[in-house]
């Protein structure tokens, strides 16, 4: 084959597979949650680890909401690419049918000089 190919339905299962990896995004954003305990619980070591360790949460939490909207956004383009993919290959396919169909309607005449 000459070209190239594009396996759509690996498109489409990938794109789910991105939108899948959400969730364990979440689940790890609620263990970060469950992480931050309260301020009783760092006893005297608290008063000088305790602020930078939630600043540190934070921004893990931050991270983690990147990450969750960078999965959403990267499933959304491939399968947004699937689809284009596709209605292009439809309007391809449906071009060379009727191409095909009126060559075959065609009639030939010989002319003679």
């Known amino acids: 084959m000459t070209g190239f190919h594009v396996d759509l339905d690996a498109l489409y299962r990938y794109s789910q597979a991105l939108a899948s990896h959400r969730s364990a995004v979440n689940t790890v954003r609620d263990q970060v949650d469950q992480?931050?305990?309260?301020?009783?619980?760092?006893?005297?070591?608290?008063?000088?680890?305790?602020?930078?360790?939630?600043?540190?949460?934070?921004?893990?939490?931050?991270?983690?909401?990147?990450?969750?909207?960078?999965?959403?956004?990267?499933?959304?383009k491939v399968r947004t690419a699937a689809m284009h993919y596709r209605v292009a290959e439809d309007r391809h396919r449906a071009t060379l049918q009727r191409i095909a169909s009126e060559m075959a309607q065609a009639t030939i005449k010989t002319v003679s000089v």
């Not at 005297?44 to 939490?61: E, R």
């Open 35 to 76: 992480a931050d305990v309260g301020d009783e619980s760092w006893g005297i070591v608290g008063l000088f680890v305790k602020q930078d360790y939630t600043n540190m949460l934070g921004d893990l939490k931050d991270l983690l909401s990147e990450m969750e909207e960078g999965l959403q956004s990267a499933s959304y």
